[in-house]
Nanobody, 111 residues
Framework: QVRLVESGGGLVQPGGSLRLSCAASGIIFSANGMYWYRQTPGKERELVAAIFSRGSTNYADSVKGRFIISRDNAKNTVYLQMNSLKPEDTAHYYC?????WGQGTQVTVSS
């Protein structure tokens, strides 16, 4: 049974930082690409960042230079370090590895 459990969301001030975690079970973690998506009400779910089994990464233009995705295969966990947060980063953030989704964690950036 596959589980993806996100944590680390919360309320932060503009310019602040958060680190999201996604703990995976039921998959061969080291062989899977891992993805972070986000969704705001009224908008399509969008890809934020990806990290592949070989370690290469990809980022949305809107977060490039501010967010860093990483993985710890020994802990079956993928991370999203979010720096210099902006109000437009406010969204529900989801962990994804095809075809599985986590339940998401809310990030709110507000003063």
């Amino acid at each position: 049974q596959v589980r993806l459990v996100e944590s680390g969301g919360g309320l932060v001030q503009p310019g602040g930082s958060l680190r999201l975690s996604c703990a995976a079970s039921g998959i061969i973690f080291s062989a899977n690409g891992m993805y972070w998506y986000r969704q705001t009400p009224g908008k399509e779910r969008e890809l934020v960042a990806a990290i592949f089994s070989r370690g290469s990464t990809n980022y949305a233009d809107s977060v490039k230079g501010r967010f860093i995705i990483s993985r710890d295969n020994a802990k079956n966990t993928v991370y999203l370090q979010m720096n210099s947060l902006k109000p437009e980063d406010t969204a529900h953030y989801y962990c994804f590895t095809p075809p599985y989704w986590g339940q998401g964690t809310q990030v709110t950036v507000s003063s």
